[in-house]
Each structure stands twice: as C-alpha cells, then as structure tokens.
C-alpha cells in the first residue's frame, strides 16, 4: 500500500491516527528529496526516525554525555554485532534502562516538533524500510510510541513554546545569572538546573547551552524560560559581552571570535563589541577584519560626533593597514574638522602617495589642490601638482600649472625660480617652444634686460602720470589759497573788523568757499574763519 498527499489538505496529527488504528509498517516520508524526514512505523506506532545530518545513536549519547567517545569505541569492539546499548550496559557505563530512556526522550522532542510542521508533501510506503535508512541501534531497542500520547504531548508543546519564546526569543541570545535560583524539591529536576546554570556564564549562547543536553531540548528551552520569567537569568549587556570576551581571549582566542560574531548578529553597531572584534582580529591574524571593524568604529564614532574617539580608531588603522588610502582620507577629514592644521598636512601627504601609487592621480590632485588652499602654495606643492596632472596623462594642464606660477616669479623678478620652473616645464615636454625661448632668453641676459627696460617705462610712465593728475589739483590749491588771502587782505584794509562788520566778513569768505569748494582751504581753513567770526559777532553788545 502507497499513500500520498499535502499537508495542507491532511495533516500529520490525523495521519499518525490512521496509521496507528490501522497498525502499519513501513515508512513515512516528509519534505521534498533534498531534505526528507524519514519515520518507521511498526504496527501503527513510531519505532525510529532519520534526517539528514542526525547523530548516530553513538554520536547522541557522547553528546549527551552519558558516554565518552573511547568508551563507546571500547564497547564496540567487543561485539560490533551487538547492539551498542547492550555493550555499554555490559561494560557498566550505564544501565541499560537509562540509555533507552535517553533514546525514547530524543525520539519524543523530534516526533513533536515534526508534527508542528504545517506544509509540504508527504508519502507512506507500506513493507519493510530499506537497508540502512534507519539506525540499527535505534530500531534494535524497539522503541514503539503511540500516536495519542505523540498528539497530546506536541499540543502541550505548542501551547508551550509559545511562553518560551517570549522569554528566549533567540537561539543566539547570551544569558548570565542575575540572582541566586530558588530551591527545587525534586532532586532530578535540580541536578538538571544545576548543570544548566552551571553553562549560563554569558559566553555561551541559547543554541550552545541547548546542544549539550540533545535528549531533552524541549526540557530546557522550558526551564531557560522559566528562569528568564522569574529575574534568576538576564541577557548579557553588549557591553559587557565585550569584557566577558575580551576576558576569554586571553584563554581561548577561536572561541571568544566565535562569540563576538553571533553578539554583532544581534548588535551590528555596538561599539564596544566592534572594538572587541577589532583587537580579536588582530591576535588572530586577520588584518582584513581588524580593520573593517575599525572602520565601522571610526564611522560610527563620527556620527556621533565623538571626534577624539574617532581619532583614536583611525591611529589604529593608520598602524594596521598603512596603505589603505580610506584610512589616511578619512583622517586627513577629521584633522581638517578639528582645525589640526599639521596633523592635515601630514595625513594629506600620506594619502596623495597612496592615491598616486595607486593611479588615482585626478583624486591625489584634488588633495593637493586643497592642501594648497590650506597652508598656500609653494614651489614643492606646485610642482608635485604638475607631476600628477602629467603621471594622469594631462599634459597641457601640467604645463599650465607651471607656467603660471613661472610668470608670477617673473613678477617678482626671481629670475633663478622662474629658471627652475621652465626647465621643469622642458622635462614634461622637451617640445615645448615657450619654455625654450624664454630659457635661452634667461641665460644671454635678453630677458633680464628687456624687463628692466619695462621697469624703466613703467617708472616713467607713473611719473608722468602722476604729474598729470597732481599738477591740476596743485594749480587749484594755490589759487584757491591766494582767493583766501585776498579776501582776508580785503577785510584788514577796510577796517572790517574794527568797525564790526562781521556779517560783511563772513560774506566774503563764503564766496571763496563756493568758488573754491573743491580745495582743501575750502574745506578746512575758511570754516574755522568763518566759526571765529561768528562767534565774535555774537559777542557784540545788541545795539
């Protein structure tokens, strides 16, 4: 008999069901090819169960520490066609009921979470399994769970995992105890909490702590709830995950990396964790994410606007990868946000060879060009900046770069630098008919004479002009100067003053003032005139 279908039409509760009133062999198949769950029933009741990448009953009982790997090697090789539960029994590693009790704990927790499983095909074949499918340890001991007492434990389960996961929401979660756990009566249950609590010291995380007690995982994401609901256990602090691994490096570097990747899957941006994974990385050798890790710190720390711990980072970086032009970029940014004008400088000329090293000659200039703007321009700079825009294959603009700063030192009359410059400008480009010209001008002395020449005009030319517009505003100075004295000579003779016509006076010099308005005698010595005058006049006696 073949029986097949979808789980969305039929589901596994009400299959186990039929098979088990029907009490049949064979064997269940769930999922697609690549990833099938395989279920052996025995007259209606579930006897094993295979999926890819399951433990081999020895592989179960070693994890589950009942027994040790040499001891399981040791019992097989007594009988390997014994059954193993037997041979460990005989060789007194356990009792044989203990073990099977393991095994029918192990078989019940993969029963129940495989009947919460909703969708996907499925197929029964009726008979024999084939040879190999199943464990033969497992199958030997003759395990034979009902199909009710399966149902109503998956239930229970459901409702269950529903609390568990509110109080341990991930596998990955990091717990550490917060008080002193309560008593528990029952001595079993309080060997189990012992040896649970005794694994919670925030370095292992849920799915670590779960994976040594593989025959009773459902008993443990219950009691980690349990204690995650009454205040005995916490999540660990990101920060102080970082101690608790810095701490564990000490003793064991792999797994202290292990456990700074699953803390930074929860929290990315921690940056103590980061900075955790940055030293723990560098102790193990893996430069490429020391640095990376740095590189989100130093990001991190910028935007949020602590720039010396910034700093801080990027010192680093510079030490771990002193080639990355990023590292020196980034730098050279913060040192001008900081107003640290030589550190910019130095962090500039670190990254205009690494840019430059590495072809980025347009982006090396831009560097320069704002170096330049920082701290001026020198011949050095100049020069490193003709070099780029040639070494990047922009010779016209290597050659105006140097040309210009050439006729500015021609300027100045530095005739020995303005030399330099053209035969710099020669060497970038031998056929360049401007430079030779005016270098073969500089050595007979041409070029040195015909600027003095210049200089002399230009003297000239300023003198002339200078008495252009001088001689004018002279000539009118001294006649308005001589209007004044003609019109204070006037006033003396007449006996202006002694006969107390002042308002007569004071007449006269304001028509020098109107005529002269523009002259300085206008502006500067009739006014005082005037002021004394008229204050004379209102001295008079009223008549």
């Known amino acids: 008999m073949s029986l ?30 690549k990833q099938p769950t395989h279920l052996l029933f025995h007259e209606g ?72 499983t909703q969708s996907g095909r499925f197929e029964f074949h009726e008979g024999e399994a084939p040879e190999g499918l199943f464990d033969a340890d497992e199958r030997g001991i003759g395990l034979a769970l009902p199909a009710s007492a399966l149902l109503l434990e998956a239930a229970r389960r459901s409702d269950h995992w529903k609390r568990i996961r509110t109080h341990v929401p991930s596998d990955a979660t990091h717990y550490e105890l917060a008080r002193q756990p309560r008593e528990i009566a029952d001595a079993a249950q309080a060997a189990f909490a012992a040896a649970v609590l005794e694994l919670i010291d925030g370095s292992r995380s849920v799915g670590e702590i779960a994976a040594n007690f593989p025959h009773c995982r459902f008993a443990l994401y219950e009691l980690l709830a349990n204690l995650s609901a009454t ?66 710190v130093a990001h991190l720390e910028l935007e949020r606007g602590a720039l010396d711990h910034a700093r801080e980072a990027l010192q680093e970086l510079k030490r771990l990868a002193p080639k990355d032009p990023v590292v020196w970029e980034k730098g050279f940014e913060l040192a001008l946000r900081q107003r640290r004008t030589q550190d910019a400088l130095a962090d500039a000329r670190q ?33 490193q900046m003709a070099e780029l825009a040639a070494e990047g294959g922009d010779v016209p603009a290597a050659v105006a770069i140097l040309e210009r700063f050439a006729r500015a030192r021609l300027d100045e009359d530095d005739v020995a630098r303005a030399r330099r410059v053209y035969s710099e400008i020669l060497a970038i480009d031998p056929r360049h008919a401007r430079a030779k010209e005016t270098l073969a001008e500089i050595d007979s002395g041409a070029l040195q004479m015909r600027r003095a020449k210049w200089r002399k005009i230009r003297r000239r030319a300023a003198l002339v002009l200078v008495a252009i517009v001088l001689l004018p505003a002279l000539g009118y100075e001294a006649l308005a ?14 006996g202006w003053i002694e006969e107390g016509r002042y308002a007569d006076a004071i007449e006269r010099y304001n028509a020098v003032r109107a005529q002269w308005a523009w002259s300085t005698a206008a502006v500067y010595e009739v006014p005082q005139t005037i002021a004394v005058l008229e204050a004379r006049r209102q001295a008079l006696p009223p008549p």
């Not at 589901?11 to 769930?30: C, H, P, S, W, Y």
């Not at 100067?481 to 007449?494: H, K």
């Open 4 to 33: 097949q279908g979808d789980l969305s039409t039929l589901d596994l509760a009400g299959l186990f069901q039929n098979l088990e009133g029907a009490r049949k062999n064979g064997v269940l198949t769930i999922g697609d090819r």
């Open 45 to 116: 009741r579930l006897n094993a169960l295979n999926y890819p990448d399951r433990a081999s009953v020895a592989g179960f009982l070693a994890a589950a520490g009942v027994a040790d790997a040499a001891a399981i090697e040791r019992a097989r090789k007594r009988g390997r066609r014994h059954l193993l539960l037997d041979l460990l029994a005989d060789a007194g590693v356990a009792p044989k009921e203990q073990l099977v009790a393991r095994l029918h704990e192990r078989i019940t927790d993969e029963a129940c979470d495989i009947l919460m």
């Open 231 to 296: 205040g005995t256990i916490k999540p660990c602090d990101p920060s102080d995950m970082g101690r608790r691994i810095r701490a564990l490096a000490g003793r064991d570097k792999k797994r202290a990396w292990e456990l700074v990747e699953r803390a930074l899957a929860l929290d990315p941006r921690s940056l103590p964790l980061l900075s955790t994974k940055a030293q723990n990385a560098e102790a193990l050798g893996r430069k490429d994410e020391a640095c990376e890790a740095l590189k989100l």
């Open 351 to 383: 990254l205009i060879d690494h840019l430059r090293a590495a072809g980025l000659h347009k982006r090396a200039r831009g560097v320069l060009e704002r170096v330049i703007g920082l701290a001026g321009e020198t011949w050095e700079r100049v020069r």
């Open 481 to 494: 100067r001589r209007a004044v004295m003609d019109a204070t000579r006037e006033i003396v003779r007449g």
